[in-house]
């Protein structure tokens, strides 16, 4: 099981940290991903790494503003949100897959995870 957490209400140029806990599977056995949904869009990739931090992969809408990182030891994967937009507005789920390695297409689809969160509302505010 996934619970994401750390969404909430910002100003655009603010900063939000998600986070996601994993309980009954083992964060650092799985490759884990974030993605969003925003109202009326499909659901998209935003970032993503292997096991063990590599090969480490951004949507391009994202790079140089988010930050992924895990810690296998306390199970947690983040998502670090800095300069948010309002187009980062959306509901943004983790996700783990049963591969231990991300790489290419097999990070980026969301049907290469198997373990979803529930999902946690970033709402920013023009």
């Known amino acids: 099981q996934l619970q994401a957490s750390g969404g909430g209400l910002v100003q655009a140029g603010g900063s939000l940290k998600l986070s996601c806990a994993a309980s009954?599977?083992?964060?650092?056995?799985?490759?884990m991903g974030w993605f969003r949904q925003a109202p009326g869009k499909e659901r998209e990739f935003v970032a993503g790494?292997?096991?063990?931090?590599?090969?480490?992969y951004y949507a391009d809408f994202v790079k140089g503003r988010f930050t992924f990182s895990r810690d296998n030891a306390q199970n947690v994967v983040y998502l670090q949100m800095n300069s948010l937009k309002f187009e980062d507005t959306a509901v943004y789920y983790c996700?783990?897959?049963?591969?231990?390695?991300?790489?290419?297409?097999?990070?980026?689809?969301?049907?290469?995870?198997?373990?979803w969160g529930q999902g946690t509302q970033v709402t920013v505010s023009s």
């Open positions: 996700a783990a897959g049963e591969s231990y390695y991300c790489s290419g297409y097999g990070c980026h689809s969301e049907a290469r995870y198997k373990y």
């Open positions: 009954g599977r083992t964060v650092s056995r799985s490759k």
């Open positions: 790494s292997s096991w063990n931090g590599g090969n480490l």
